[in-house]
């Protein structure tokens, strides 16, 4: 009967464009349905040009400016790196690689769980020189200040963490592959959306203290102040942790993360260590801002969103890509066609997820100004958050589009100007 869409033969390139336009289409407007309401939007850019002005020195603009530029450049290589090695496995089928698949087809199962960890290593292995001019480039410039040493362990400790849900990602792929074929991405996208849950849930209690401490925050003026903003905020916090990040580096943060039992509000110890008391509470209460409008739970519902057509273009690729190899589908040849498309699809669909991701963000300062009710608090967190960190105050519009997370400093700064000159207007 009909296998449904393709696992392999005729895909047609009409309905795989139609896919690919449907998948970024849907990612686009959950992107806009998802985006909070901004309350009022008033946001001041000629202020925040005269705070740029006189807070920041030339030669502190072209420092962070340098800085970033040669980290966007180890960026683009990395990312360039990474398709060019996915798309060799994926492309190259001369005599060895043939030879290669063959003999992991033997025992498909094993032999895809082979094909996920041999990816993943050789990733791994090819971007190390990128990961270390990244970490020289911190080093330089002061904000590193981890030693080659413990770096190494991290990268082999993080090659290895993330060598077992490829292998089991692989594995899981072809299993589903031969049973499924046409109807694969419906399993798969149940299975990706499963694995993002799970993933956000143990991430903060599993993964993230193998690579630092995480305390309790000690009872203290500190402790009493996120006590006292949570409750003016009206929101529960679950735990609130200290991590010692000033092991690796002198950027300043702080994040929540984690959901239901693992929900958490983690700051960095250079965060209680250098702000203010003004800088901190605005930190504090921009973190508050995501518990109490639910954005790790936003952030999933993204993905539940998006993964079923991005699930669906990759399984069509991937199906054009095997046969035009003449691979053998239902084996491990399926494994790095599934890691190009993987890719490429989840780079595409991050930058609808990064606009909302902006949203948020500003969503959050927005929220921490009106908690605090001191928007120079936030501007001042923000200077010394973009010296602290060496930021590009004002990045490139480009990268700012496809890969800025947040609101960028320059813009941040606005929001809070922004808020200052309402907040005269009301008086
Ligand atoms: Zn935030």
Request: proline share 5%; net charge neutral; glycine share 10%.
């Amino acid at each position: 009967m009909n296998s449904g869409p393709a696992t392999g033969r005729g895909v047609n390139g009409y309905v795989l464009a139609g896919t690919a336009a449907g998948a970024v289409l849907a990612a686009v407007i959950a992107a806009v349905l998802l985006s909070p309401d901004q309350g009022f939007p008033v946001s001041d850019p000629s202020a925040a040009a005269r705070v740029v002005a006189d807070r920041f020195t030339a030669s502190e603009l072209s420092r962070s400016g340098d800085y970033r530029s040669w980290g966007r450049l180890i960026g683009v290589a990395t990312l360039v790196v990474e398709f060019a090695v996915l798309g060799f496995f994926a492309f190259w089928r001369g005599r060895r690689m043939k030879l290669l698949l063959e003999k992991l087809g033997r025992r498909p199962l094993i032999g895809a769980l082979l094909a996920g960890a041999g990816i993943s290593v050789a990733l791994a292995l090819v971007e190390l020189p990128l990961d270390l001019a990244a970490w020289q480039l911190g080093r330089d410039y002061g904000l590193v200040s981890q030693d080659l040493g413990p770096r190494l362990l991290d990268w082999l400790l993080s090659t290895l963490i993330s060598m077992l849900p490829a292998a089991l990602g692989a594995l899981l792929a072809v299993a589903l592959w031969r049973w499924l074929r046409g109807k694969f991405w419906i399993a798969a996208s149940i299975l990706v959306a499963v694995w993002a849950i799970v993933t956000t849930w143990l991430w903060p209690v599993v993964v993230a203290p193998v690579f630092n401490d995480f305390n309790p925050l000690p009872a203290g003026p500190t402790r009493s102040e996120v006590l006292r903003l949570a409750d003016r905020a009206g929101v529960k916090v679950g735990d609130v942790y200290v991590v010692d990040a000033s092991r690796r580096s002198s950027t300043v943060n702080a994040y929540v993360n984690g959901i239901g039992s693992s929900k958490r509000v983690v700051i960095y110890d250079n965060a209680i260590r250098d702000l203010g008391p003004d800088e901190f509470s605005a930190l504090v209460a921009h973190e508050l801002g995501h518990v109490e409008a639910k954005d790790l739970r936003r952030g999933l519902t993204f993905a539940l969103l998006v993964i079923p057509l991005g699930v669906l273009f990759v399984q069509l690729a991937s199906g054009a890509l095997l046969k035009r190899n003449g691979d053998d589908a239902s084996g491990p040849a399926l494994v790095p066609v599934l890691a190009l498309w993987v890719t490429i699809a989840v780079f595409v669909l991050q930058v609808p997820g990064n606009a909302l991701s902006r949203q948020v963000e500003a969503k959050a300062d927005r929220f921490s100004i009106g908690l605090t009710g001191d928007p120079q608090g936030l501007v001042d967190l923000q200077v010394r958050l973009a010296k602290a960190n060496l930021s590009d105050v004002d990045p490139p519009a480009l990268w700012q589009f496809l890969f800025g997370t947040h609101p960028s400093t320059f813009d941040r700064i606005a929001i809070a100007e922004g808020a200052k000159v309402r907040g005269s207007d009301e008086d």
